[in-house]
């Protein structure tokens, strides 16, 4: 019996969201309000949002000596980068409400304290400039950050382009990718994403104007590498 009454009780939950739903896609097609529209519409806004990912065109040769001297000291193994992270020099990077981290094959989700701090500011400046078009609840995916030499010479196997210099090593470097968003809307459209993507890239393009980052605009990898200063 009990059985029963819990299965009409899920049964008539599913039945009342797809209610919802279809009511919610009739009114907006017709052109009427209604309190979700905004995250079950698919139409496109008028961002009038300018282009900066080209802007981010910074080169490894001329800051990695630089990033290194900020960073810390390359780790050999896993062993060797959680001590990093006991003594205070890096620090766990976790998913949240401002971010995703995705599992990583070739580095390990952690950085250099300043450049954790960097990380949140940027999500927090792309959450509030959506927010004023209309786009709530932002999250990006953080792809890559802190590499070991063991990683290097796995990835260099399977990704040429990979630089043996590279500042994943020393800890303040992550990717971001611009590809891919969640938000408080049922479907992102096409020029939701394209908005999201050079709101994203203005937010990191002012901190480099700051001198707090150098940025660089990854279109094989589909991403923004960020090292902070």
Known sequence: MKFKKSSLLFLFIIISVIVIILISVSLIRKGRKYPHSGYFSTRCLDYKQREFSRKLNDKIVDYSAAAKLKGIKVCKDENELKRRISEGKLVKVRSGNSYTVEKMTFSYPCVTRDSKI?????????????????????????????????????????????????????????????????????????CDKKFLKEALAEVIWQLREENRCWATYEKVQNCFHIVSR
């Not at 960097?118 to 709530?136: F, V, W």
């Open 118 to 190: 960097l990380l949140d500011e940027i999500a927090e400046k792309l959450r509030s400039k959506a927010s004023q078009k209309g786009l709530t609840g932002v999250r990006f995916y953080i792809t890559s950050m802190t590499r070991m030499s063991d990683n290097m010479k796995s990835l260099r196997r399977s990704n040429g382009n990979a630089s043996a210099n590279s500042p994943h090593l020393y800890g303040n470097a992550f990717d971001i990718s611009y590809k891919r968003f969640v938000a408080h809307k049922w479907v992102l459209t096409n």
